[in-house]
């Protein structure tokens, strides 16, 4: 009888309005870390996302298409406890993206908050490729909202929305 090896599965979580190139570099470091990835994106009610909740999923999951790693990823909304979700999904890991050390204090807040809430999931620190860690989702919105080239620093199917969007609120 031959067993099947266990998956290990992490998730990702964010608002991901939008989401970006260093997002993108993370869940491709992530793929080769693990064998599935849960790419959860939060409803986040309390930051008042220029995407809506549908839109960002959508936005992530088109942006995911045509990628060598998409195959092993799963893109799901959530609301609630990321613990929770994690827990739900079955993963060890989640993981966390670092771009400066203004970062980390956050981060390894939320970390040991979810270990005290779920003590067998591991929290993993990533960090995007060079070319990426100065940027966020909040200077890409900027850039986007005053007229600025989002171009290169978003995967196309953004670009195409914030272009949609804005050109809709000029009517």
């Known amino acids: 009888m031959v067993k099947s090896k266990k998956k290990n599965r992490a998730v990702y979580p964010g608002t991901f ?99 005290k809430l779920v003590r067998e999931i591991e929290t993993v620190f990533l960090m995007p490729a060079l070319s990426w860690v100065y940027l966020s989702s909040t200077i890409v919105k900027d850039v986007a909202i005053n007229g600025g080239d989002v171009s290169g620093l978003v995967p196309t199917p953004v670009k195409r929305a914030f272009a949609k969007k804005l050109n809709h609120n000029k009517r």
């Open 17 to 115: 309005d939008p989401v970006t190139n260093g997002h993108l570099s993370l869940i491709e470091r992530a793929c080769h870390l693990f064998d599935e990835l849960i790419i959860a994106v939060s409803m986040s009610s309390g930051k008042n996302p220029f995407f809506n909740f549908e839109e960002r999923i959508q936005l992530m999951t088109t942006s995911l298409k045509n990628k060598s790693y998409t195959k092993r990823i799963k893109v799901v909304g959530f609301d609630g406890l990321l613990a929770d979700l994690a827990r739900e999904m079955k993963a060890i890991a989640i993981i966390r993206g670092l771009r400066a050390v203004s970062d980390f204090e956050y981060e390894f807040q939320m970390a040991l908050m979810n270990r």
